[in-house]
């Protein structure tokens, strides 16, 4: 069974850092593309970046693009998103998803909350 | 980037009844492999996303088959047969055939009338 489990969240002021773990599991995590995609409260659904299987290729969306940092470290099955810079608008819940095929598995998230 | 634009935004349902959502696409999303990656989501209330239907029309497993995907191009529907109580929560609809960015549609609210 896949499983997905983050941490890493907090309350946090505007411009400060956070770094978010994802711990894989039920699947050979060195195979697979990882995305970060994030959710603020009561919105809808976005994605922040993903990361191939080998870290050669990475992506972010453009909101978060100087501020975030994926990486991943397949000796430990995890995943991470350093998150710098923090804004307001960074405050959500923040999932780790798998991608077969397409992004497939989300864990259960972490809450980002960015106020002073 | 590519927009998804869902149909209808509210959906009350009569148990029972069959549940239909739209979701059209700026552009076509088939990929230059031929594939079209056009995927559906259903958010539970307090729960994580879980993909329900991925490349269109392929389930995933343990989903019920009361679900089905279908469309091309630039047009796609999601259907559910017969609503069930478990069947609550929101449906989005996301594109992977143009990234970055991957992208959502607005969210489909279904609910028991």
């Known amino acids: 069974e896949v499983q997905l489990v983050e941490s890493g969240g907090d309350l946090v002021q505007p411009g400060g850092s956070l770094r978010l773990s994802c711990v894989a599991s039920?699947?050979?995590?060195?195979?697979?593309?990882m995305h970060w995609f994030r959710q603020a409260p009561g919105k809808g659904l976005v994605w922040v970046s993903h990361?191939?299987?080998?870290?050669?290729?990475?992506n972010y969306a453009d909101s978060v693009k100087g501020r975030f940092t994926i990486s991943r470290d397949n000796a430990k099955s995890t995943l991470y998103l350093q998150m710098n810079s923090l804004r307001a608008e960074d405050t959500a819940v923040y999932y780790c998803?798998?991608?077969?095929?397409?992004?497939?598995?989300w864990g259960q998230g972490t809450l980002v909350t960015v106020s002073s | 980037d590519v927009v998804l634009t869902q149909s209808p935004l509210s959906l009350p349902v009569t148990l029972g009844q069959p549940a239909s959502i739209s979701c059209r696409s700026s552009?076509?999303?088939?990929?230059?492999?031929?594939?079209?990656?056009l995927n559906w989501f259903q958010q539970r209330p307090g729960q994580s996303p879980r993909r329900l239907i991925y490349?269109?029309?392929n389930r995933d497993s343990g989903v019920p088959d009361r679900f089905s995907g279908s469309g091309s191009g630039t047009d796609f529907t999601l259907k559910i047969s017969r609503v069930e109580a478990e069947d609550v929560g929101v449906y989005y609809c996301?594109?992977?055939?143009?990234?970055?960015?991957?992208?959502f549609g607005q969210g489909t609210k279904l609910e028991i009338k």
């Open positions: 998803v798998s991608d077969f095929i397409t992004p497939d598995y």
């Open positions: 039920g699947f050979t995590f060195s195979n697979y593309w």
């Open positions: 990361i191939n299987s080998d870290g050669s290729t990475i």
């Open positions: 552009q076509s999303l088939v990929h230059s492999n031929g594939n079209t990656y």
């Open positions: 490349t269109v029309s």
């Open positions: 996301m594109q992977s055939t143009h990234w970055p960015p991957y992208t």
